[in-house]
C-alpha cells in the first residue's frame, strides 16, 4: 500500500525557511521521480517541483526557482522541499507525489502559512 506522509508545515514570517518532508512506503522508492505541489486558498494546485528517481535532476517551477530546493534520500525514503525567503503567497497545502504505474499517488499535505 503506497503512503506519502508529509511534515514540517508551519506559520513561518516573511523571508524564513522552513523544510519539508515527505515519507513514502509501500513502493520502492528509489525506482520513482517523486514531486511537490501545493494549493492556495481558492487557488489550482500547482507544481512546485520534482525531482527524479536517482535525484540526478531536478526542476522546479519558474517563480519557486532560487528559493525552492527539492532533494531526497533514497536510503531513508524521504522527499524534502527546502524553501527560503518565503512569501505570502507561499501560502499553501504543500502534497507529495509520485506516479507509479500511471496513477498518481498523494500525501494528505501538510499547511504551510506565511504570515508576519
Known amino acids: 500500500q503506497v503512503q506519502l506522509v508529509e511534515s514540517g508545515g508551519g506559520l513561518v514570517q516573511p523571508g524564513g525557511s522552513l523544510r519539508l518532508s515527505c515519507a513514502a512506503s509501500?513502493?520502492?522508492?528509489?525506482?520513482?521521480?517523486m514531486s511537490w505541489y501545493r494549493q492556495g486558498p481558492g487557488k489550482e494546485r500547482e507544481l512546485v517541483a520534482t525531482i527524479t528517481a536517482t535525484g540526478s535532476s531536478t526542476s522546479s517551477a519558474d517563480s519557486m526557482q532560487g528559493r525552492f530546493t527539492v532533494s531526497r534520500d533514497n536510503v531513508r525514503n524521504t522527499v524534502y522541499l527546502q524553501m527560503n525567503s518565503l512569501k505570502p503567497e507561499d501560502t499553501a497545502v504543500y502534497f507529495c507525489n509520485s506516479i507509479i504505474y500511471g496513477r498518481y499517488y498523494w500525501g494528505k499535505g501538510t499547511l504551510v502559512t506565511v504570515s508576519s
Open positions: 509501500g513502493f520502492t522508492f528509489s525506482n520513482y521521480a
